[in-house]
């Protein structure tokens, strides 16, 4: 079963080798690895260059630099301006995947088992864990079993293209899991030892701190349709874990800063309306139990989208 990585990456010489190591040291390594290099102005190309010389399902492909880093919708189109120079339809898996990570050896290997195993999971991945500068010991990030993380997005190419790829917006890493289970696929991430891996640049920190990533994904949930008692119970779950208190109060404040100027929502209704359903039961019946039965009940669209009569 041959997959493909697309890595959008800007200015990651700090983490990169980490990463690269990691990646061609799989029992399982890419068929092809497209590294967009996304105006990068530290060493960054000189050591894709190295890398690619070494290892020729390696290909580098560079962008003009447009003077900052962009997370979020600026992410996205630069994974598509790799994505869109390759044929896609030579792979069964493609997957969006950051230059900040260090994999356990065998995680491509059983996320592919995996999804062979069930022809149900459209998108899957292991679990985040970043190193506490203080004590040295690795914590989670929490990120929830009903979705596959957004910095290694392991994706079956049908149901990438049934869901129609990622939306050019921010939270299109939540959006996307949403959309899969609309259409009756599953999206899972497991937290196991041989699938946990390391993020080195933990998640919802960003260029301008760890405050201002928070605001952007309570952005993010405004923008995808969140509700607002479903965000009130997400901001305080976030409240009591790293960073406490703060990360929780920064993400809510986003929302509601973005509620109060009446910024642009997802444009998608339908998915917008099931999202705030799935969203209701989670709180009622636990998010496990919620996920579960939307599954079971999301099995017949996936039969009728997957094998109509």
């Not at 050591?47 to 919708?73: K, Q």
């Not at 995947?97 to 022809?119: A, S, T």
């Not at 699938?195 to 301008?208: A, K, T, Y």
């Amino acid at each position: 079963m041959s997959y493909l990585l697309v890595t959008p990456c800007r200015n990651e010489a700090e983490y990169m080798k980490l990463t690269l190591d990691s990646v061609v040291s799989q029992t399982v390594p890419p068929d092809m690895w497209v590294i967009v290099d996304d105006g990068s102005t530290d060493a960054t190309p000189h050591i894709l260059a190295e890398y690619a010389a070494m290892y020729p399902f390696i290909n580098i492909v560079t962008r003009e630099n447009r003077g900052h880093r962009s997370v979020g919708p600026g992410v996205i189109e630069a994974f598509y301006y790799g994505y869109d120079q390759v044929d896609v339809s030579q792979f069964d898996f493609v997957c969006k995947f950051d230059l900040d990570l260090d994999l356990p050896p065998r995680y491509f290997e059983i996320l592919i088992q995996r999804m062979n195993d069930n022809p149900r999971i459209g998108t899957c991945s292991g679990k985040a864990y970043f190193r506490d500068k203080k004590s040295g010991n690795l914590i989670s990030e929490k990120c929830g079993d009903e979705m596959s993380v957004g910095m290694t997005k392991f994706y079956r190419r049908t149901c990438f293209e049934d869901i129609g790829g990622f939306v050019r917006q921010v939270m299109w890493d939540g959006i996307d899991c949403h959309k899969c289970r609309q259409l009756g696929w599953i999206a899972v991430s497991w937290d196991e030892p041989d699938l946990n891996f390391i993020h080195l640049r933990p998640m919802g920190s960003s260029q301008q701190g760890i405050f201002t990533g928070r605001m952007r994904h309570g952005f993010g949930q405004y923008f995808m349709g969140t509700g607002l008692i479903y965000m009130i119970a997400s901001s305080v779950f976030r409240m009591i874990h790293p960073p406490y208190i703060v990360g929780g109060i920064a993400m809510l404040w986003g929302y509601l800063k973005s509620m109060f100027q009446r910024k642009p929502r997802f444009d998608d209704a339908a998915l917008v309306k099931f999202i705030k359903s799935y969203q209701m039961q989670c709180l009622l019946k636990g998010k496990a139990v919620a996920t579960d039965a939307l599954n079971a009940q999301q099995e017949s669209v996936w039969n009728d989208l997957t094998h109509p009569l």
